[in-house]
């Protein structure tokens, strides 16, 4: 079936540096969503991708979605601690509109 | 303000019981989905429903079922509890874009 590979899975940033996520699928999208998990909490949608090669910005925050619509990334310039969290990748690729998250990818920022 | 309610915060069965895990939602979305997490591998699909009484398997539905009987809500249920389905269960709903995520329900099968 279809599956969303999302590296890293762990990624400890001083505050102020950068950080990227990756997600790849291994199938073509149909578009790309992007999530964030607090710790304690539940998912919260940031940004759907829906154009082969679109970006997308949110502040500090920069999406992609690959010009295939099999790949996507989200980079935050100049961390903050509030950005800690889990940040999610889910591709919808089916017809009926099943959703595949990655597996996520762990953020923490020293302050 | 959009609203996925779960039944329960927090549940503890024994094995071999049925679990019921239910989740309602105010928006009138055809898309319901069940995930559960666990530590290192993320979310995982289990089923999802795009219409009332349609259900879809997602990639671990083994061991559980479940029940759209109306639009808004969407049930789960363990049909036998084992330990290994100890686990954070997390329903969602959407219609084309975003889907809004309920609290949780962290299930402990002892």
């Known amino acids: 079936g279809q599956q969303v590979m999302q590296i890293p899975q762990y990624q400890h940033v001083q505050e102020g540096e950068d950080f990227t996520t990756y997600c790849n699928s291994s199938?073509?999208?149909?578009?790309i969503q992007w999530y964030k998990q607090r710790p304690g909490g539940h998912p919260v949608f940031l940004i759907q991708l829906v154009k082969s090669g679109e970006v997308k910005k949110q502040k500090r925050l920069t999406f992609q979605f690959g010009e295939a619509k099999k790949n996507s990334s989200l980079h935050i310039t100049a961390t903050q601690t509030t950005d800690v969290g889990t940040y999610f990748c889910?591709?919808?690729?089916?017809?009926?509109?099943?959703?595949?998250f990655g597996k996520g990818t762990k953020l923490s920022v020293k302050p | 303000d959009v609203k996925v309610t779960q039944s329960s915060r927090y549940l503890v069965k024994r094995t071999g019981e049925k679990v019921f895990l239910e989740c309602v939602q105010d928006m009138d979305h055809e898309n319901m989905f069940w995930y559960r997490q666990d530590p290192g591998l993320g979310l995982r699909l289990i089923y999802f429903s795009y219409d009332v009484k349609m259900k879809e398997k997602g990639d671990i539905p083994e061991g559980y079922s479940v029940s759209r009987e109306k639009k808004e809500r969407f049930s789960l249920i363990l049909e036998s509890a084992s330990t290994n389905q100890t686990s954070m269960y997390l329903c969602?709903?959407?219609?084309?874009?975003?889907?809004?995520f309920g609290q949780g329900t962290r299930l402990t099968v002892v």
């Open positions: 199938t073509t999208l149909s578009n």
């Open positions: 969602a709903s959407s219609r084309n874009t975003e889907a809004f």
């Open positions: 889910a591709g919808r690729g089916g017809s009926q509109g099943n959703l595949i």
